[in-house]
Every structure is written in structure tokens, then in C-alpha cells.
């Protein structure tokens, strides 16, 4: 089973600073194709969750382009350039590589 | 517009069954493979079980293994979820979301219904 780690699980930001979710996977999420199988998802409160971010770096129809991820490795990080009190909610990484499918614990972004 | 109803959530005992339902519209239902996904009261996403597009194949968690049976019905563009031998641990807000291709891997999730509500206890 891929373990996903995310760090930090909290997560305080002032509006308008920028913030970085990390997560990790315990083995590469590259598929044959060339396509890296690692999604972020925003769960705000009392809502179901939304992707923000597929294929490890590209942006969901309709997310704002203050989101952004990357990786490197096995190593993944989703950036929000300047937080807005709307981001507020549970940012989850999930593998979509291989059964049984992974999210991380989940990090907890709230407004200062 | 991509829209997903899940249904037939309640309370039931131990041991019980239920089947959840999930009606989508607003796209070819038999070209997205589909997921079911559960949260436990103030926890964290469990990824459940997962179909492809045309239904032959399937995986699911082992947490489920052998009790829960995910399904579909491309002519009634519905998705299925039988559970049987219910536990307390299984409550929790049941999640249908749409896959990227009709394919297996799952790849990622790009859309998610509102959830609904399954209660195990005695």
C-alpha cells in the first residue's frame, strides 16, 4: 500500500501570504504514460470535497491560478501564492496510481 | 452541467445492510470510471471502492473486502453501493465521485456528489 504523508496537519496564514502543503508518497506516482498520479483536493467546511490540482501540477477547471503544484520525486507541495479567507478548509493529497487508493491525513488551513 | 445524488443513507444496526445509490447527469455516465469515498464523523477521506466505466472491473479497500459490492447501471446512469454486515466503523458521510477516463487506475476524482449519511449502531 502507498503510504501519502502531508505536512504541516495545521496550518495558520494571514491573508495575502503565501502558503505550502506538503505530502509525500512512499513510491513513485509515475505511470507508464507519463503522467503522475497525484491529485490535491480542498474540502471546505460543510462542503464535499473539489479537485484543485491533477497530474501532480496542473490546475482543475475553474481553480485560481494562486494554486499551484509540483513535485520532485516523491516528494509533492501545493503552494497558494496569497491565501484568501475563501481557502480556508482541509487540503488533502490523494494517489490514484495503484489499489488500494491513498489520501494523507489532511491539513487544516485557517485564517490568523 | 455534471451533477451527483447519492441516496439511501440511514441509520441501521450492526450486521444490517444498506445500498447506496448515486443518479449522474450531465455527462456519458459509461466513459468516466466511478468511486465510492467515505468520511467518519470529523476524520479524514477513505477512498472505498472504485468501478470502471463498463463495470468489469472493479477494486475495492480491504476494510470493505468481501462486505461491500460496488455496481452500476449504464442505461439508468446510476452507481451502486451494497453493504452488508454493517459495523459501527463504517459510519460515516458516503461520497460518490467521477473518475478521469472510463479506465482503471482511478487517476484522480474530479467530481463529488454532496454526500450522504450512513449510522451503524445499536
Known amino acids: 500500500e502507498i503510504v501519502m504523508t502531508q505536512s504541516p496537519l495545521s496550518l495558520p496564514v494571514t491573508p495575502g501570504e503565501p502558503a505550502s502543503i506538503s505530502c509525500r508518497s512512499t513510491?513513485?506516482?509515475?505511470?507508464?504514460?507519463?503522467?503522475?498520479?497525484l491529485g490535491w483536493y480542498l474540502q471546505k467546511p460543510g462542503q464535499s470535497p473539489q479537485l484543485l490540482i491533477y497530474?501532480?501540477?496542473n490546475r482543475a477547471s475553474g481553480v485560481p491560478d494562486r494554486f499551484s503544484g509540483s513535485a520532485s520525486g516523491t516528494d509533492f507541495t501545493l503552494k497558494i501564492a496569497r491565501v484568501e479567507a475563501e481557502d480556508v478548509g482541509v487540503y488533502y493529497c490523494m494517489q490514484g496510481l495503484q489499489s488500494p487508493y491513498t489520501f494523507g491525513q489532511g491539513t487544516k488551513l485557517e485564517i490568523k | 452541467e455534471v451533477q451527483l445524488l447519492e441516496s439511501g443513507g440511514s441509520w441501521v444496526q450492526p450486521g444490517g445492510s444498506l445500498r447506496l445509490s448515486c443518479a449522474a447527469s450531465g455527462f456519458i455516465f459509461r466513459d468516466f470510471a466511478m468511486t465510492w469515498v467515505r468520511q467518519a464523523p470529523g476524520k479524514g477521506l477513505e477512498w472505498v471502492a472504485s468501478?470502471?466505466?463498463?463495470?468489469?472491473?472493479?477494486h475495492d479497500a480491504d476494510s470493505v473486502k468481501g462486505r461491500f459490492t460496488i455496481s452500476r447501471d449504464n442505461s439508468m446512469n446510476n452507481l451502486y453501493l451494497q453493504m452488508n454486515s454493517l459495523k459501527d466503523d463504517d459510519t460515516a458521510i458516503y461520497y460518490c465521485?467521477?473518475?478521469?477516463?472510463?479506465?482503471?487506475?482511478?487517476?484522480?476524482?474530479?467530481?463529488w456528489g454532496p454526500g450522504t449519511l450512513v449510522s451503524v449502531s445499536s
Open positions: 497530474w501532480a501540477s
Open positions: 513510491q513513485s506516482l509515475l505511470h507508464s504514460n507519463g503522467h503522475t498520479y
Open positions: 465521485a467521477r473518475g478521469s477516463e472510463w479506465l482503471l487506475p482511478l487517476e484522480y476524482l474530479q467530481d
Open positions: 468501478i470502471s466505466g463498463g463495470g468489469s472491473a472493479s
